[in-house]
């Protein structure tokens, strides 16, 4: 069965430091990948997104993934943290139906980012 | 580009009433559809998927005569849930997306509490 882990629950950080937070799948065809932010009381906006190439993603706000396929992975990584980061983090994995094209999200349980001064 | 508006953003109702709740994407097209709810600290489950001017598909566990889904035109879905009770109150979320192949753009929620 398809599945996301992310196995961090909560993350505090400092300004300024860096970060990765953690994501793993389970799926068994090349998955769509996806890292969403979500502030509190509100929806989620996409921060980045893997379908195929280069497995070095490039976000918004400064924000990377890698797709690590031998690892089952696609961790989030900031090389400097800004207090405005502060928000949880859903990663999740596009399933493909029988037409190839994703339609459905799977999320993982996010992480709770919180930034220190 | 890609806004997703969602409305209202909180409602508060006496138990057995039914709630309407609207996703619209204002800049986009969205041919497919997406409802989630996502109870407090937890992730968010789908609850269902529509495609404009078809009937949405459910997800299991999901009861389709309590969560009614209309997907009438290509930037408006509704999700009424019907005869509310407090075990209904969550965050609810849609999204839409331009076809199969793009990403979901979501709506800012609606907090439906039912007392």
């Known amino acids: 069965a398809q599945s996301v882990t992310q196995p961090d629950i909560h993350i505090t950080v400092s300004e300024g430091a860096s970060l990765e937070l953690r994501c793993n799948y389970s799926?068994?065809?090349?998955?769509?990948l996806f890292w969403y932010v979500q502030s509190p009381g509100q929806g989620l906006q996409l921060l980045l997104k893997?379908?195929?190439?280069?497995?070095l993603v490039q976000g918004i706000k400064g924000f990377e993934a890698e797709f690590k396929r031998s690892q089952s992975s696609f961790n989030l990584r900031k090389p400097s943290v800004h207090w405005s980061d502060a928000a949880e983090y859903f990663c999740?994995?596009?399933?493909?139906?029988?037409?190839?094209?994703?339609?459905?999200?799977?999320f993982g349980t996010g992480t709770l980012l919180a930034v220190q001064p | 580009g890609a806004v997703v508006s969602q409305h209202p953003s909180r409602v508060i109702c006496k138990s057995g009433t039914s709630v309407k709740i609207e996703c619209r994407s204002l800049?986009?097209?969205?041919?497919?559809m997406f409802w989630y709810r996502q109870f407090p600290k937890q992730s968010l489950m789908l609850m269902a998927t529509?495609?404009?001017?078809?009937?949405?598909?459910?997800e299991q566990g999901v009861e389709k005569d309590k969560f009614l889904i209309n997907h009438a035109s290509l930037t408006l879905s509704t999700l009424t849930v019907t005869s509310a009770h407090p075990e209904d109150s969550s965050f609810y979320i849609c999204?839409?997306?331009?076809?199969?192949?793009?990403?979901?753009?979501f709506g800012d929620g609606t907090r439906l509490s039912i007392l």
């Open positions: 999740a994995v596009g399933i493909m139906n029988y037409g190839g094209a994703t339609n459905k999200l799977i």
């Open positions: 799926y068994g065809a090349t998955p769509y």
């Open positions: 893997y379908f195929s190439g280069d497995t």
């Open positions: 800049d986009f097209q969205a041919t497919t």
């Open positions: 529509s495609n404009e001017g078809s009937k949405a598909t459910y």
């Open positions: 999204s839409g997306a331009r076809d199969l192949n793009q990403p979901q753009h």
